[in-house]
Nanobody
Framework: QVQLVESGGGLVQAGGSLRLSCVAS????????MGWFRQAPGKEREFVAA????????YYTDSVKGRFTISRDSAKNAVYLQMNSLEPEDTAVYYC?????????????????WGQGTQVTVSS
C-alpha cells in the first residue's frame, strides 16, 4: 500500500522558516515527480512546487519563488520543502503528492498519490 506522510508543519511568526518533509512508502519513487500543493481556508488547493525524478528540474509557483526550495532524497523516498520568509498568506494545509513522470507536472489532476496534509500557520 502506497503512503505519503507529511510532517514539519506548525505555527510560526511572519518572517520565520519551516521545513516540511514527506516520506513515501509502499514502492520506490525514484522515477516519480514529487510535488507540494496547499489549500488555504475557503480556497481551492493550489500548486506550490514540484521536482522531477532526476532532481535536476524544479518549478515553483510565482508567489513562493525565492522563498521556498524543494528537494528530494530518492534513496530515502523523501521530498522536502524548505520555506523561508514565511508570510501570513502562506497559511494553509500543505500536501505532498507523487506522479510517475520524467518532467515536472504542475497540474493537480495527474498526481496519483497524496498525503493527508500538514497544517502551516503563519501569524502576523
Amino acid at each position: 500500500q502506497v503512503q505519503l506522510v507529511e510532517s514539519g508543519g506548525g505555527l510560526v511568526q511572519a518572517g520565520g522558516s519551516l521545513r516540511l518533509s514527506c516520506v513515501a512508502s509502499g514502492r520506490t519513487f525514484s522515477d516519480y515527480t514529487m510535488g507540494w500543493f496547499r489549500q488555504a481556508p475557503g480556497k481551492e488547493r493550489e500548486f506550490v512546487a514540484a521536482i522531477a525524478w532526476t532532481a535536476n528540474s524544479a518549478y515553483y509557483t510565482d508567489s513562493v519563488k525565492g522563498r521556498f526550495t524543494i528537494s528530494r532524497d530518492s534513496a530515502k523516498n523523501a521530498v522536502y520543502l524548505q520555506m523561508n520568509s514565511l508570510e501570513p498568506e502562506d497559511t494553509a494545509v500543505y500536501y505532498c503528492a507523487a506522479v510517475r513522470s520524467i518532467g515536472v507536472i504542475i497540474r493537480e489532476a495527474p498526481y496519483d498519490y497524496w498525503g493527508q496534509g500538514t497544517q502551516v500557520t503563519v501569524s502576523s
